[in-house]
């Protein structure tokens, strides 16, 4: 197996403001997101990062994607430093995240020639691409309509189509199944089985356990930053569920859940 | 170089695509001038001038046969009173309702108690009565007065000087020509009203389009493209400039259609007649300034959450903005060639110098390479700013 990512003891923290310090309910002035975390993906497969809310997976995939830097350590993605290269990182990979939106003001038709020339993809490529994206998606019949006219749905999938108008070998998606109903999930769900199909790389974020189950082939667990355990899929469930598997895994670590 | 081109295009589709905006940025402005300037000129003229052709009507009272003659020259109609306090009030009445213009009284010796006159007894008083509130009572009064100023100074004439219509043996006395008092008015004017119209223009794009895009959180979405930053911010910059260009030429037109009408008779703008070369030195000084001032906007833009804020963090530099342009306007050449090196100021400086037709064409150039490596510098900062994610993202 080829490695396609090696995350080494990623560490970010961030400065909390008086409001943010009043909103968490806490004194401390410094906020440890992730702790010191490392992990290896390979390539060609679909790894998935498992956490409850605030563990510090939506900064992991932030660190990945070159929007911050870490304070320690670094994360080599197909060769390239996410430290000391991040425009070669951002060349390689496609990332999704909540975070990042799209001009109401422009229609997808229009943001998707937009970044594809961004990313230097050919005119032809691109309007090819667009054609078979926008039809998996089902975006074709709104691809004239302003994105501030959208659906929070169809706006979720063509920020995941302006996602992949590179077409990178390397997915970084973070919760891309939330908010969306279960027939666009599994739209969503079995493209990413598609695209490990076509032999890309996936990395992917969640708290859903049956979007791990049906697509991971390797899971780490983490919790207030830290790297708990980090697997293929079979050897953390043992057989089990992994919803449970994730309870014995968080009492063991963490303690009793109703503490 | 593709990626400024493409970030370009499409911050002027943003841009063009809204009729609203582009009305309110680049229209309106100039169509707001025109109007506001031109309805301000026509009012001012109606308060302040007669029609040239106006024969003032005026009552005379005891008014000596040799100051009636040479009185006849003046555009009035004169009407004999003989004073009878039984008609005062009549006649009092018709001046301050504006049938009558004028009222001359004389003191019934004048002639003698003007020949009479020394050093010890009073000098005898001619009294004018008028309406200052009516345009034409004022004007007939004015002329009055300096009618009997001139006959006054006939009567005791030993020398004059600088006599009739400015004219002597050599020619006009006062040597400045009318092109260069109008030059020396628009080049205290001019450069100011360009760089407040600049800074508006910019201050109505940049904020949507820098602090706006961090806001809505779509400036995140082109950072995880491999655009470079400093491709990023020179695009902004550039479109920015753009923009920021067509609202100033609009409103400078708006200027300089209603200049006419603002100035009245005193401009006649036809004798204002600068070079194809001046026009093009000033297109280029102004270019260079408005890449400035779009920078420093950007960067202001961008160090603030919302467009809000942004808008609010604006107004110090606007002040600044207009403290140093309204500095040609006090005449003085402040800070010599030096301050050449000072940008934006030495545009207000080179701007001034070529409507007042004293082109410094080094100096100019000057200017212009001065302010285009203070944009160098300031895409530099923001550039910066672009790769700072407490800038971009922090809270
Ligand atoms: N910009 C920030 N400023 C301050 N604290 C932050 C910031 N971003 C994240 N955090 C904190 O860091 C911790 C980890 O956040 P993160 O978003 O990475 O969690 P997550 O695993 O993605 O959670 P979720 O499942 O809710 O999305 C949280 O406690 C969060 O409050
Ligand atoms: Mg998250």
């Known amino acids: 197996m080829e490695e396609l990512l090696q995350v080494k003891g990623l560490r970010k923290t961030f400065t909390l403001s008086a409001k943010q310090q009043k909103l968490e309910n806490t004194k401390e002035k410094v906020k440890v997101a992730v702790d010191g975390l490392s992990f290896t993906a390979y390539k060609g497969e679909v790894f998935g990062l498992l956490g409850p809310n605030g563990a510090g997976k939506t900064t992991t995939l932030r660190m990945l994607a070159t929007l911050i830097k870490p304070d320690a350590g670094d994360a080599i993605l197909d060769g390239a430093s996410v430290v000391s290269q991040p425009e070669l990182v951002r060349s390689k990979i496609g990332f999704l995240t909540s975070e990042l939106k799209l001009e109401d003001f422009f229609t997808p038709n229009y943001q998707f020639d937009f970044f594809s020339g961004l990313y230097g993809v050919k005119p032809e490529v691109a309007a090819q691409r667009k054609k078979e994206l926008f039809e998996r998606f089902g975006i074709d019949k709104f691809a004239e309509v302003k994105v501030g006219n959208l659906s929070t749905g169809m706006k979720q999938k063509v920020s995941l189509v302006v996602s992949l108008v590179h077409d990178p070998d390397v997915v970084i998606f973070d919760e891309p199944t939330n908010g969306l109903d279960v027939l666009t999930a599994k739209v969503v769900t079995d493209f990413l089985l598609d695209l490990k199909a076509r032999g890309k790389s996936i990395i992917v974020s969640t708290h859903i356990f049956s979007l791990i189950e049906k697509i991971c082939d390797r899971v780490g667990i983490v919790i207030a930053g830290k790297m708990v355990t980090c697997d293929t899929l079979e050897a953390i469930c043992a057989g089990k569920p992994l919803e449970d598997r994730f309870f014995e895994i968080y009492e063991e670590k963490v303690g009793r859940i109703d503490e | ?395």
């Open chain 2, 1 to 395: 170089m593709n990626n400024i081109m493409t970030i370009i295009k499409k911050e002027l589709a943003r841009f063009f695509g809204d009729r609203r905006l582009v009305f309110t940025t680049v229209i309106m402005p100039g169509l707001l001038i025109y109007l506001m300037y031109t309805l301000m000129g026509e009012g001012m003229m109606k308060q302040l001038t007669t029609a040239d052709d106006y024969v003032a009507k005026a009552y005379a009272v005891n008014m000596p046969e040799d100051v009636k003659m040479m009185a006849s020259s003046l555009r009035m109609e004169w009407e004999d009173w003989d004073g009878n306090p039984a008609d005062k009030e009549r006649v009092l009445k018709e001046i301050e309702e504006g049938e009558k213009d004028l009222l001359v009284y004389f003191p019934e010796n004048f002639t003698a108690d003007v020949e009479a006159y020394n050093m010890e007894n009073k000098a005898p008083n001619v009294e004018l009565y008028y309406n200052s509130e009516k345009s034409n009572s004022e004007t007939a009064y004015q002329m009055m007065q300096s009618f009997l100023k001139g006959y006054e100074e006939t009567m005791v004439n030993k020398y004059d000087v600088n006599a009739g219509m400015g004219e002597g043996v050599f020619g006009k006395y006062d040597m400045a020509s009318d092109a260069g008092i109008i030059g020396k008015m628009l080049s205290g004017l001019l450069p100011m009203l360009i760089m407040t119209f600049i800074f508006s223009g910019c201050s109505g794009v940049a904020p949507e389009s820098i602090a706006g895009e961090k806001e809505r959180g779509t400036i995140a979405t082109l950072l995880v493209t491999p655009v470079k930053r400093s491709a990023l911010a020179l695009g902004k910059v550039i479109s920015l400039s753009i923009i920021a260009l067509l609202a100033g030429v609009s409103s400078f037109l708006g200027t300089i259609l209603s200049l006419p009408k603002m100035m009245g008779d005193e401009v006649d703008l036809n004798v204002v007649s600068y070079s194809i070369s001046d026009y093009l030195l000033l297109l280029v000084v102004i270019i260079s300034t408005v890449l400035v001032i779009v920078s420093i906007i950007s960067i202001v833009s961008a160090s603030a959450k919302s467009v809000k804020e942004a808008t609010t963090m604006m107004a110090p530099f606007m002040i600044g903005v207009m403290l140093i342009s309204i500095l040609p306007m006090l005449g003085a050449d402040i800070g010599g060639k030096a301050a050449y090196a000072i940008p934006l100021f030495n545009s207000v400086k080179a701007m001034a110098a070529i409507f007042g037709f004293k082109t410094d064409l080094v100096m100019a150039l000057v200017s212009v390479g001065v302010n285009l490596v203070a944009t160098g510098l300031l895409v530099t900062v923001l550039t910066k700013m672009f790769d700072n994610e407490n800038v971009m993202f922090g809270k």
